[in-house]
Each structure stands twice: as C-alpha cells, then as structure tokens.
C-alpha cells in the first residue's frame, strides 16, 4: 500500500493511527513545573530520559527554583548530574540559564522561541519542546528520533532538522503538533529503533516506505 499512496495520505494513516492508538501520549521526564521541565530536557539532550529522571529529584531538592539554581556551585551540580551525558558542559549551561531565568525574565520561563533560544543550554529542539509541552505551541521538536522515523515511515526526506521540522508542519495540522512530536519521538524509542528497526511488531509497516523498499 505505501507505494500508492501520495503524501497527504500517508500522513493521513499515520496520523489516524496514533490518534486512534496513542490518544494520550506524553513526555517521559518527570517534572512539575517549568522550571523543571526546561532543566530536564537541556539534561536530555544525548541522554535517556530515564537517566535524567534519576539525577533530577536530587537536583531539584537542592536546587527547587531559578534563583537557587543561579547561585549553584559549579561543583555542586556537577556532583548532582555527574551521571548524565556531557556533565561538564551541562552543569555550566543550566547555572548559565537560572541566572538569565532570573536577571532577564524574571524567574519566569519564555514562551517565545527566539527568547527561549537566547537561554544557554537551549537550542532549537529545547525550545521547541519547552513551547509545545508548556505553552501548547504548535511547534514540532526534532531530535534524532523524530529525524529518522519522518524519514522511515516517508513523511519527510529532509536530512536536516530543520528541514524534517518544515515538512511536518507543512503536513500536521496545528492541533495535533504538540502531541505528534511525543508519537513520533516513542515510536523511534521503542519500536523504530536506529540499528535494528523492530518492524516484525510495528503497527505502520502498510505506509512505511522503508518496510517496502526493505527486504524481507
């Protein structure tokens, strides 16, 4: 079926799929507020989310708001995220962030992506991810997951993140951005993996364009 289908109605299936199957899907971080979120997902950045969730309770009992994050000992959060990727530059990056939380914004995560973006430590798929989840900003966060599942499943051939970001906010309707974002993110965790796609158990081989152009 995936070969005759045109790319409307590819995302048509898919998207019919997860919102049949998948209705209430949503970030694997633990967090209870803004502040943790945007903390959690610099944390994420190459790194499981399951390893932030266990640096996090600590971090955030010492750490609870922008204001004590930003008076942090470089040390001191080092020793609390030692385990997560990239400690060094990460523990820099969210001192850096609390303190222009607090002199720039008032404690007080932006909505804005330009704004969120001028924050270290936050790049384009952070800030899309802090806007969509926090803000309900119709924006889609594109992370290696995202990137080679659109590519995969034919909804995108873009090779950057950029470019993926473009095609599916071309396609997705406005309304179901932020909840397509964790679709296609927990589909390329779990079942569309990087080196060994577990296509025998994946529910979209009929309009994936990979599983036909595959071998099997």
Known sequence: MSGNMNINQRY?????????????????????????????????????????NMVTPALF???????SLAAASFEDVLALIR???????????????????????????????????????????????VASILYDKPVIAVDTHVLRVSNR?????????????????????????????HWLILHGRYTCTARKPKCGECPLTQWCEYYSASDR
């Open 83 to 129: 385990s997560v990727s990239y400690p060094n530059s990460k523990a820099r990056h969210l001192i850096e962030m609390a303190r222009m939380l607090v002199t720039e914004f008032h404690s007080v995560i932006p909505s804005d992506i330009d704004s969120l973006m001028s924050l270290p430590g936050v790049g384009r798929k952070t800030a899309n991810v």
């Open 61 to 67: 009992g010492q750490y609870p708001d922008p204001g």
């Open 153 to 181: 499943l034919g909804l995108s051939r873009g090779k950057t993140p950029e470019k993926v970001e473009a095609d599916l906010e071309s396609h997705i309707p406005v309304e179901q951005r932020a909840i397509s974002h």
């Open 12 to 52: 048509a299936a898919i998207l019919g799929w997860f919102a049949s199957n998948r209705p209430a899907v949503q970030s694997e971080l633990h967090f209870r507020n803004g502040y943790e979120l945007i903390v959690s997902v610099i944390l994420s950045a190459q790194c499981t989310d399951r390893r932030v």
